[in-house]
Every structure is written in C-alpha cells, then in structure tokens.
C-alpha cells in the first residue's frame, strides 16, 4: 500500500498501463489479480478489524475477479464470506475465471443476486463494474449498486466505485457510495473531484508493484497539487527588504452594498505576503474599509480615469469582489483588462467578461461551475459532466490560466498539465470564501511567482486554510474572515 500518488491517468491510461504490465514487462493478468485482492483484503482488515461477516458483490470482468479474490482470502482467515453473482457467469472469462475457479476451491460458491437482502453482513465489497463503462448503469447492476446505497452497511469499494466516472467524477445514472475505495495501477482524476470524493469515500492507492519505467513511458492527465512542492516558489526574504519587494495589489470591487467582498479579498492578500494593497471601490465604502483593516489603502473611484491613475502604481490586478453588473462595474473592469498588468478575475467580473470576448496572456480566472457555464455559454451541468474539458475549454477560449473553483479545485494552465487540488471541506462553501482566495493568488502573483505557480498554490493555500481553520471546532458556522490566521502560518511554513 502507498501513499496517494502525485500523478493521475485516466481510465484509458490505466488499462495501458496494465497491458504494459503484462505484455512487455511479463507480469500476468494473473498475479495483478491477486496482488489487487491481497492490497484490497488488507485494507478491509484494517478500516474494520472486528469484522468477521462480509458479502462480496461480484460482476462479470476482471473488477469482479478482484473480488473473487478479495473472497477465497476472507474465508483462507476463517471470515463467514457471501458472494453474490451479478450479470451472467458464462460471461466470465481469463483471469476472472480462474480467480472464480480458486474461490470454488475453498467452497465458497457464488449465487445469483435477485433481490436478496444485503444488510445482515458486517462489510460489503463492491466488485461489480470497473473502469470501463462506457454508459448509463443498467439492469441488473442498477439494482444492486441502489441495494447497496440502501443498506446503511460500510462497503470496501475495489479499483473505484461501481457506476462511477473514473474520468469525470460523475456517476453513470447511478453509483456505488463507498465507505473506502482502494484503486490500483493509477490514480483516476474522477476520484478527487465532481461527486467522485463523495463516492469514494476514504480513497487508498496500490500500485501493484508495477516498475517505475512503465509508468515513465504515459504523460500523466492531471496532477495532484501538493503544497509543499508549490511552496518552494517563495523564497526567503532578505533581511534588507522593504514592503516595495513584495508587489502591490490593486483590488478592484465593493459596489454599493458589497464594501465586505472587497475588504476580505484586500486582507488576504496582506496575510499571504504582498506588500502593498489598494482598494478600487465606490467613494462612500473606502473609509469604511479602512477603517475595518486600516493596512489597506482604499481609495474611492468613481471614474476611469481615476482608476487608470491608481494602477500606475500596481503589481497585479485583481477585479471582481463585490463588484456587480452595473455601468461602474463594466467601466471598471474595463479599465482593469486593458493595462498592461497581470490581472485575477473573479466574480462579477467573470460574469461581465462573459460579454466581451478578449484573450490576453497574463490572466488567471477563477469561475465557479456557474460562472464558467457563462463564460462557455453552456449550462452548469454540462460543466459538472466533465470539469477538466470544461477548465481545458476556457483556457483555451480566453488564452488563460483556470481555477476552476469546486470539489477538487482544478487549476489548467494556458497549456500544459492540469492541477487538482485535493484539500478543502464542505465548511468552505460559504458567502466570502471566493474573494479570498482572489486576493492569496493576487498577492502570491504580487511577490513573483508565474500564473501556474501562484494558482496552483493560492488554491492550496486556501483549501488548507479551511481545514485549519475547522480543526477540533467543525465545518458549520465557518466564516471567510476566519481564514485570515491560517493563511498566515500557512504562508510562512517551510517548504517540505
């Protein structure tokens, strides 16, 4: 067993892999089988090691005879094991029948599923469907995985969660909720974003003891963000520095009635490190804003020329915090795409940006599925349907770097390797939190670090801001402004 790898290959990739495995590198279908059931086996004796009852749930290819495996093993260790036999055995063939052959041996003997009761059982073992669907979940496999959503007993999910996406993360009609899934070969990008972390559950890797050179010869699909690596991008500050050193944000946002947005944005950006922060709000909210957090210059502008004069000064733009959809916010944003300045948009901006088709360079954007419908003009479900194709598609239209805000934030270069960012909680989806990773990327973008750098590891450093910031308390109740404290350690933590 192994810690969850760093890079992440689609399904297609994973059954490559695997074909190298066997065919040039002389591993059989065979021992990949067993050594899949032993890894999967160890993971159930220890997510449950009072568990002497399970039931496995077996389909027709080799997914299935994983869990042949997984049984003929349980019942070796003295376990009273069940196997259900879902779809055709005829059907079984290869690798698959022989692992049902072995369980024959130690008689164990598979039966029909049709309709039996599934909950007088301590753990259920999902090994009904792999990687390879390629459709909508039918018949009789739809009833068993909704049989196995409706018992309420723990299930062991082998290579991934029956009816599941590995690719995009979102079910095929229907799909096994998984207590723990253990996946093989590689890690699937479906997993850790869109629905899949709800299917997965606690998700453990095994890579089969297949050589490192096999895996050298597949450009991964995406990669796992992992802070510490990002982090190394800042560097140590000389003992000589002045505030000059660390960039200026300008954050352009706070229409009337919406002076919060901005304030928090302007305050993340100083507790990540910039230098200076200016706000660009209406006239009546810059005193209120600095009166809040006084670090912040905040400056009433009411005009483009005003604004023009205020980013002569600045590192970096940031636009869309509070900043609504009325004549001032289009001026403005107008204003802000148009210097010569690396720009973060969010928000409001995003949404005006949707009517103005523009590429540029030197951009990050950071919709949320919603907000990239709008972009894409498309619909948000067509965006869930497929988040990285989606992030891929508004790179490509605007020229940008994406982050693509959710459940397994996707960050997509203008080209290049997407980025998955696997930290976060539920307590995060609150009013306040997209404006506040705004002003980390803004502020990481202010201090040097290229658009890739400072997207990838702004959104690290937000989502693991989160999950400090929820320790020992909970995820209900959690406020934006509660991730100032935590984004400044985790700034300053050492690269590791």
């Not at 003929?72 to 260790?77: F, I, P, T, V």
């Amino acid at each position: 067993m192994s810690t969850l790898p760093v890079n992440l290959y689609r399904a297609e990739q994973c059954r490559e892999l695997d074909r190298l495995a066997i065919q040039e590198y002389g591993i059989s279908g065979n021992i990949l089988m067993e050594r899949a059931g032993e890894a999967a086996f160890a993971v159930l004796r220890t997510a449950w090691p009072e568990a002497r009852r399970i039931t496995v749930l077996c389909g027709v290819g080799n997914n299935g005879g994983d869990g042949f495996v997984v049984a003929r093993l349980a019942r070796e260790q003295g376990f009273d094991v069940d196997v259900y036999q879902i779809g055709d055995a005829a059907r079984i063939q290869g690798d698959a029948l022989a692992a049902r052959q072995r369980l024959l041996g130690v008689d164990v003997v598979p039966r029909d599923w049709s309709g039996q009761p599934l909950d007088g059982t301590e753990v259920l073992v999902d090994a009904l469907l792999g990687t390879g669907l390629g459709g909508e979940v039918r018949s009789p496999f739809r009833e068993a995985i909704e049989a196995v959503n409706g018992t309420g007993v723990p299930v062991l999910a082998l290579d991934i969660p029956s009816g599941l996406d590995a690719d995009t993360g979102m079910p095929h009609g229907v799909a096994v909720r998984a207590t723990e899934t253990i996946t093989f070969i590689g890690l699937k990008p479906g997993m850790l974003t869109a629905l899949g972390p709800d299917h997965c559950g606690e998700l453990r890797f095994d890579d089969l003891k297949l050589p490192e050179e096999i895996y050298a010869r597949i450009r991964p699909a995406a990669r796992r963000l992992v802070t510490g690596e990002l982090r190394q991008a800042l560097r140590p500050r000389p003992r000589a520095s002045h505030k000059g050193d660390f960039g200026h944000v300008l954050l352009v946002g706070g229409n009337h009635g919406m002076s919060g947005a901005v304030r928090l944005a302007g305050e993340a950006a100083l507790r990540t490190g910039a230098g200076l922060v200016s706000i660009a709000t209406r006239r009546d909210h810059a005193p209120v804003v600095s009166a809040a957090r006084p670090e912040l210059m905040s400056h009433g502008i009411e005009s483009a020329e005003a604004l023009k004069q205020l980013s002569a000064r600045a590192t970096v733009i940031a636009a869309g915090p509070g900043l609504g959809r009325d004549d001032w916010a289009r001026e403005m944003i107008a204003i802000a795409v148009a210097r010569n300045l690396p720009v973060v948009v969010d928000a409001d901006a995003l949404n005006l940006l949707a009517n103005i088709p523009l590429q540029r360079p030197d951009w990050i954007l950071t919709p949320h599925p919603g907000e990239a419908a709008r972009l894409l003009e498309t619909d948000t479900a067509e965006v869930m349907a497929d988040r990285f194709a989606a992030a891929r598609r508004l790179a490509e239209k605007y020229s940008a770097t994406v982050v693509l805000k959710g459940v397994g934030t996707i960050v997509q270069p203008r080209d290049g390797i997407p980025g998955i960012c696997t930290a976060g909680n539920p307590g995060m989806a609150t009013a306040g939190m997209g404006d506040v990773l705004t002003g980390v990327i803004a502020a990481l973008v202010a201090q040097g670090l290229s658009l890739t750098e400072a997207a990838g590891l702004g959104v690290c450093l937000h989502a693991e801001a989160g999950d400090l910031a929820v320790r020992g308390i909970g995820e209900r109740g959690l406020l934006a402004g509660d991730m100032m404290a935590p984004l400044r350690r985790l700034s300053n933590e050492e690269s590791g």
